[in-house]
């Protein structure tokens, strides 16, 4: 079975600056997804990003951009030029690409981001 | 595009009774997914459907919890009787099919139940 992991319960950054959350997984797959969700308060879940396992490249959007360590088993994502609006609970989440599976997301238990002004 | 559409968002009942909730997916979205969302926790899958067919139901407490998702769309989850472990946001959502375009789910707002 998958784990995720997000060690910090809470963070907080100021306005414009760099912040960066950290998640760790445990999977003896090969081929899988990786995602940052963001659930702002009161409102609904949203991607913000995946990264899918077997590329290299960190994937970017926007001010967002991952930190993709597959040996580590390690996915940080870094938000730059930090806004108001960034606010939120964000959520790690693995999801297997495996054949015949049934492509569950399995989530971490969120790290609370407060960006002050 | 409209997006997943859940009701009610809030509900406070008395543990024993019963409630039912209700989604409606994303249109043309084959897969729809239940999830429980515990305070302080990441969502929990409940059930998942390909379909009008359940493709994983292995975390649903079946003595108490039941869904349906009749003629491939609209889904009711339902739970009875509630116990007040069950207080808990329950989130929908919806992918294009089993794997999804590149694996994205769309989420609905949820809908916050409490047990008393």
């Known amino acids: 079975a998958q784990t995720v992991t997000q060690s910090q319960p809470e963070m907080s950054v100021q306005e414009a600056e760099t912040v960066t959350l950290s998640c760790t997984y445990d999977t003896s797959e090969n081929n899988y997804y990786l995602f940052w969700y963001k659930q702002p308060p009161s409102r609904q879940m949203i991607l913000v990003i995946r990264?899918?396992?077997?590329?290299?490249q960190n994937a970017t959007e926007n001010r967002f951009s991952v930190n993709f360590q597959k040996a580590a088993k390690s996915f940080s994502l870094k938000i730059s030029d930090s806004q108001l609006g960034d606010t939120a609970m964000y959520f790690c989440?693995?999801?297997?690409?495996?054949?015949?599976?049934?492509?569950?997301?399995?989530f971490g238990k969120g790290t609370l981001l407060t960006v002050n002004p | 595009e409209a997006g997943v559409a859940q009701s009610p968002r809030y509900k406070i009942i008395e543990k024993r009774q019963s409630v039912a909730f209700w989604c409606n997916p994303i249109s043309g979205h084959a897969t729809l997914y239940w999830y429980q969302q515990i305070l302080g926790q990441g969502p929990k899958l409940l059930i998942q459907f390909q379909n009008n067919g359940v493709v994983d139901d292995s975390q649903l407490p079946k003595d108490r919890f039941s869904a349906e998702r009749l003629k491939g769309v609209d889904s009711t989850l339902k739970i009875q009787p509630a116990k007040l472990e069950d207080s808990a946001v329950y989130l929908c959502a919806s992918s294009h099919r089993l794997a999804g375009v590149l694996g994205e789910q769309f989420f609905g707002p949820g809908t916050r139940l409490t047990v008393l």
């Open positions: 989440a693995f999801r297997t690409n495996s054949g015949g599976s049934n492509y569950k997301l399995t």
């Open positions: 990264q899918e396992a077997y590329k290299q």
